[in-house]
T-cell receptor
């Protein structure tokens, strides 16, 4: 247990659906991150939030929409996804150096 | 930021043996981190080494950093079946601790 929780753990959605991934950290960290992990690829940083403000968006398609209402919560809103978006989506938080990861949401787009 | 490349991609050893994984990178860094990931789970931070450090230890883990060769190694001594996981190096540069991850080394430790 790292202090970072993610829900749901598994999600299957059609290409026309809208769904949201949720991340919560109980560590008092000021930064939160979304990563995408696909098979055979390095972990891809998607978004970074510092003190609720988005500081990085690594050219992520607009069908992924992040939301950070406070320093403890982070959402990833999904709509009109493609099958190639199927992956493990990981949330992480940090205070200064090392990152603490949640268990991930395994997303399958059909 | 640029990613490290781990070598080998896969490593299979017997319990009790040592496991060594290497990471090479291309441009200057100010820190390098190693993470472990059990299958389908989140990553767990193992150790951070800064560019002015050459070696760090944590339990059965030993990490070295050679900035002249732009490489790092992770040594796990007396491996256990529970060490079976993927291991990633992640580099940080320009004052940033936001890591850029490599593809990882898949380690299997046979009981």
């Amino acid at each position: 247990e790292t202090g970072v929780t993610q829900t749901p753990r598994h999600l299957v959605m059609g290409m026309t659906n809208k769904k949201s991934l949720k991340c919560e950290q109980h560590l008092g960290h000021n930064a939160m991150y979304w990563y995408k992990q696909s098979a055979k690829k390095p972990l891809e940083l998607m978004f970074v939030y510092n003190f609720k403000e988005q500081t990085e968006n690594n050219s992520v398609p607009s069908r992924f929409s992040p939301e950070c209402p406070n320093s403890s919560h982070l959402f990833l809103h999904l709509h009109t996804l493609q099958p190639e978006d199927s992956a493990l989506y990981l949330c992480a938080s940090s205070q200064a150096t090392e990152q603490y990861f949640g268990p991930g949401t395994r997303l399958t787009v059909t | 930021s640029q990613q490290g490349e781990e070598d080998p991609q896969a490593l299979s050893i017997q319990e009790g043996e040592n496991a060594t994984m290497n990471c090479s990178y291309k441009t200057s860094i100010n820190n390098l981190q190693w993470y472990r990931q059990n299958s389908g789970r989140g990553l767990v931070h193992l150790i951070l080494i800064r560019s002015n450090e050459r070696e760090k230890h944590s339990g059965r883990l030993r990490v070295t950093l050679d900035t002249s060769k732009k490489s790092s190694s992770l040594l796990i001594t007396a491996s256990r079946a529970a060490d079976t996981a993927s291991y990633f190096c992640a580099t940080g540069s320009g004052g940033s601790y936001i890591p850029t991850f490599g593809r990882g080394t898949s380690l299997i430790v046979h009981p």
